[in-house]
Nanobody
Framework: QLQLVESGGGLVQPGGSLRLSCTVS????????IAWFRQTPGKEREGVSC????????YIAESVKGRFTISGDNAKNTVYLQMNSLKADDTAVYYC????????????????WGRGTQVTVSS
């Protein structure tokens, strides 16, 4: 059974850092694109970043470029989202998602989702 579990969220002050983890089971990273999305109440889910371990390709959305980086560890079947210089606007529930054999950051393209982890940036 394909499963994704996010961790690493929490409360952080503006300017601080967090590293989110997405640990997958039931499949290997090599054949999937793994993405991070975020959502706040009343807003649509926003694509933040994605990675293809097979090709080494990564993408970071303009809204977080220069502050967020994505990486993966095949041995641990885990994808990370390193978030630095966090702002109040980064407050959201962060979800990881997986799609096989496709390069995309479109929400509807992703059939597999984790339950999310809350990130709150506040002083």
């Amino acid at each position: 059974q394909l499963q994704l579990v996010e961790s690493g969220g929490g409360l952080v002050q503006p300017g601080g850092s967090l590293r989110l983890s997405c640990t997958v089971s039931g499949f290997t990273l090599d054949y999937y694109t793994i993405a991070w999305f975020r959502q706040t109440p009343g807003k649509e889910r926003e694509g933040v970043s994605c990675i293809s371990r097979r090709s080494g390709r990564t993408y970071i959305a303009e809204s977080v470029k220069g502050r967020f980086t994505i990486s993966g560890d095949n041995a641990k079947n885990t994808v990370y989202l390193q978030m630095n210089s966090l702002k109040a606007d980064d407050t959201a529930v962060y979800y990881c998602a997986a799609v096989q054999g496709r390069w995309s950051l479109v929400t509807s393209d992703y059939p597999y989702w984790g339950r999310g982890t809350q990130v709150t940036v506040s002083s």
